[in-house]
């Protein structure tokens, strides 16, 4: 999701987010260093969320979301763009972005990643070879692809409808989809 306070913010990926002045945040990066943060009162919750493939409460995520944006407003006014990478998942996630932000952000453009199913779980076992994430097994994916069909699916729909999706063939080479990702963040900025 591109998102930007109604006083500046935005959410959406990385390399093209320096050129063009987005922070880029990571839902799952903010959960996963929550959960080893020493003292957190979520660190149990989110590992078990995370290990079962299923969406970590909203009012979680979205308290991790705005605390990354209001300390990197803070450290410099200007970086007001960000770029929210696996955010919103559900209408849950939606409802509660929605009654947070409301009024202090904008929804510039969702950027929605297309790749099969099969090609997804190749990279992430490959991925899981060396990064040690608790959720990057089969078993963990196949429950994620579920939650994806039966939740976020319909998110990324119903931002579709209100013309806001930007879609990338993300079964092509590394390459291939940095260059879309390049041309549609020239077109929006």
Request: with cysteine; glycine share 8%; charged share 35%.
């Amino acid at each position: 999701m591109c998102a930007r306070p109604r006083k500046g913010l935005r959410n959406c990926d990385v390399a093209p987010a320096q050129k063009y002045g987005y922070t880029h945040l990571s839902a799952g990066d903010l959960l996963r260093d929550e959960r080893k943060r020493p003292g957190s009162q979520y660190g149990e919750l989110i590992e078990n969320y995370i290990k079962e493939g299923e969406i970590v409460p909203v009012e979680i995520t979205i308290s991790l979301l705005k605390r990354a944006m209001d300390q990197t407003m803070a450290a410099n006014s200007q970086k007001n763009k960000f770029l929210i990478d696996g955010f919103p998942r559900n209408e849950d996630n939606l409802q509660g972005w929605n009654k947070t932000m409301d009024g202090k952000t904008d929804v510039s453009f969702v950027l929605f990643f297309d790749c099969d199913n099969e090609i997804c779980i190749g990279r992430c076992l490959e991925r899981g070879k060396s990064s040690g994430r608790s959720d990057d097994n089969r078993e963990s994916l196949e429950k994620r692809i579920h939650t994806y069909l039966q939740s976020t699916k319909p998110i990324i729909d119903l931002y579709e409808r209100m013309g806001k999706v930007r879609k990338v063939d993300a079964s092509k080479s590394v390459d291939e989809v940095f260059e879309k990702v390049v041309q549609i963040f020239d077109k929006e900025g």
